[in-house]
Structures are given as structure tokens and as C-alpha cells.
């Protein structure tokens, strides 16, 4: 069974741009630490919002992953759709309840991003016509 998402270079290509931009994006925040989310304060509007952003972002992954038949496939979106839900909990939490949750955050973009070269190196070698 062949690839249902990611099925030619193109789009294994610009997954991983994604990936790589997140798991910068990531890096970067590990040194930046995150309050609970208060719905009271002046920075309400900017947690909201981030949590909007990754919960729509964590629907639309788990939907790629169920959507994937192939291993490799799922899990690439399964990775990815774990960073994205972490980092709603990040964000409805903060650092100070579960630390280690930007860095597992970063662990499974690198596993992503690992993942997704493996597939796009499936797909750049050459097909060999069937006889």
C-alpha cells in the first residue's frame, strides 16, 4: 500500500519545510517559559489564541494521521500531531506543572523530521520498471 497524503517529493518536501520551521520554533521556546493560562489577566487574549492555534493545528494532524495507512506515514503525522496536542497542554498548564513538556515538544519534531527524510528518500530513489 502506497503513501495517502504524502505521495510524491513535492509534498514530503514541504512537510518537512514544516516540520524544520516548528521544531525551530520549538527550540526556540525551550528557553522561554510559559504561565498557566489565565482567562483573567492581560495576557488572556494571547493564550487564548495560542490555545485556538494549536488545537486547530492538533485537529487537522490527527486527521492527516488517520487518514495514513502506510507506517512510516503515521508515523510522521503521529509524531507531529503529538508535538501540536503538547503543546496545548503546554499552553493550558504552563512549564511550571509539566517541564519536560517543550522538551518532549522538540524530541518529537526531531523524530519527525528523521521520519519525513526517510520518506522523502523513498521517494527520490529510482522506480525500477516491473518485467
Request: proline residues 3%; aromatic residues 8%; glycine residues 6%.
Amino acid at each position: 500500500m502506497g503513501f495517502v497524503i504524502l505521495t510524491n517529493r513535492k509534498r514530503t518536501i514541504v512537510a518537512l519545510i514544516h516540520t524544520i520551521v516548528f521544531l525551530g520554533l520549538a527550540c526556540w521556546m525551550v528557553k522561554r517559559p510559559v504561565a498557566p493560562l489565565n482567562l483573567a489577566g492581560a495576557s488572556a487574549r494571547a493564550g487564548i489564541a495560542m490555545l485556538i492555534i494549536y488545537a486547530i493545528v492538533s485537529a487537522v494532524l490527527l486527521k492527516l494521521y488517520s487518514l495514513s495507512r502506510r507506517f512510516h506515514e503515521r508515523l510522521y503525522f503521529g509524531c507531529c500531531t503529538l508535538s501540536a496536542a503538547m503543546g496545548v497542554l503546554r499552553t493550558i498548564v504552563g512549564d511550571p506543572a509539566l517541564h519536560g513538556l517543550q522538551y518532549s515538544r522538540v524530541l518529537m519534531l526531531v523524530a519527525a523530521a528523521f521520519v519525513g527524510t526517510s520518506i522523502l528518500r523513498e521517494h527520490s530513489e529510482p522506480k525500477l520498471a516491473a518485467d
